[in-house]
């Protein structure tokens, strides 16, 4: 794991498009196109923003979704395929780009899914890290072994807290209970992992996972066994680091 620590978010997303631009750029004129995962959520803003303002072919590229809840209509301020929408698929129009409907039988969309994302090979992945240390939203303790491309997961309450402070949603009773998400296996087949990771409130996260043991307690932990992460902090998120 590599980490680049900047100034503040905004340097941040800006440095993390820049690398995750040359990454996807470069897979392009070897192999013609390429397939990427993309998060969502608070933390990913500043990236996205810069991300579409890169010269990148578009239309070259195959996007799959991380996560999603289950329930959610699209409509719903909280719908990550809403944010993926506007943010991202509706301003530089991707040649696929593949979400996650919340709102289908959940078994049948993550096998949906999962044949989809297993006749391809992901070359970059952009991610972040929660609260919790979740990764996509495989809270801890998260399933490490399991080979099922995407699953159907139970969110604890410091996931659904996080979600309410970030002012997705009016109360707790509110954000789901559930959601359909990336497995961590399928997450680290990607060949590059971009790790996007602003604000204070992650840094208790962004130290257990950096210093800590790998373990499921701490999810995102298991991004140190891959051979290809970039870890980009700001300095609020890296305060607690040694």
Same mark, same amino acid.
């Given at each position: 794991?590599?980490?680049?620590?900047?100034?503040?978010?905004?340097?941040? +997303?800006?440095?993390?498009? =820049?690398?995750?631009? &040359? *990454? /996807?750029?470069?897979? $392009?004129?070897?192999?013609?196109?390429?397939?990427?995962?993309?998060?969502? +959520?608070?933390?990913?803003? =500043?990236?996205?923003? &810069? *991300? /579409?303002?890169?010269? $990148?072919?578009?239309?070259?590229?195959?996007?799959?979704?991380?996560?999603?809840?289950?329930?959610?209509?699209?409509?719903?301020? &909280?719908?990550?395929?809403?944010?993926?929408?506007?943010?991202?698929?509706?301003?530089?129009?991707?040649?696929?780009?593949?979400?996650?409907?919340?709102?289908?039988? &959940?078994?049948?969309?993550?096998?949906?899914?999962?044949?989809?994302?297993?006749?391809?090979?992901?070359?970059?992945?952009?991610?972040?890290?929660?609260?919790?240390?979740?990764?996509?939203?495989?809270?801890?303790?998260?399933?490490?072994?399991?080979?099922?491309?995407?699953?159907?997961?139970?969110?604890?309450?410091?996931?659904?807290?996080?979600?309410?402070?970030?002012?997705?949603?009016?109360?707790?009773?509110?954000?789901?209970?559930?959601?359909?998400?990336?497995?961590?296996?399928?997450?680290?087949?990607?060949?590059?992992?971009?790790?996007?990771?602003?604000?204070?409130?992650?840094?208790?996260?962004?130290?257990?996972?950096?210093?800590?043991?790998?373990?499921?307690?701490?999810?995102?932990?298991?991004?140190?066994?891959?051979?290809?992460?970039?870890?980009?902090?700001?300095?609020?998120?890296?305060?607690?680091?040694?």
């Amino acid at each position: 794991m590599y980490i680049v620590v900047s100034e503040d978010k905004n340097e941040l +997303g800006e440095k993390a498009a =820049e690398k995750g631009a &040359a *990454l /996807i750029n470069n897979t $392009i004129a070897e192999k013609g196109s390429a397939n990427i995962i993309l998060a969502t +959520g608070k933390s990913q803003f =500043e990236m996205l923003c &810069a *991300l /579409i303002r890169k010269n $990148i072919d578009w239309e070259r590229t195959i996007c799959f979704h991380l996560d999603e809840y289950i329930g959610l209509p699209i409509t719903h301020p &909280a719908s990550f395929r809403k944010y993926l929408k506007e943010r991202f698929v509706d301003k530089v129009s991707p040649g696929k780009f593949y979400y996650i409907n919340g709102e289908a039988d &959940a078994q049948k969309e993550c096998l949906r899914l999962e044949n989809l994302i297993t006749t391809c090979s992901i070359d970059v992945a952009f991610v972040g890290i929660g609260e919790n240390a979740h990764l996509a939203f495989n809270d801890p303790p998260a399933d490490f072994t399991t080979e099922r491309s995407y699953i159907k997961v139970d969110l604890d309450e410091n996931c659904r807290k996080q979600q309410l402070g970030e002012g997705w949603f009016t109360s707790l009773d509110e954000v789901p209970k559930s959601a359909i998400s990336m497995s961590i296996k399928q997450i680290l087949k990607s060949k590059h992992i971009i790790c996007s990771v602003p604000e204070v409130r992650k840094a208790k996260a962004v130290q257990l996972v950096v210093e800590g043991e790998v373990t499921p307690e701490i999810p995102s932990s298991i991004l140190k066994e891959h051979p290809d992460v970039l870890l980009f902090l700001d300095k609020s998120s890296a305060s607690l680091l040694k």
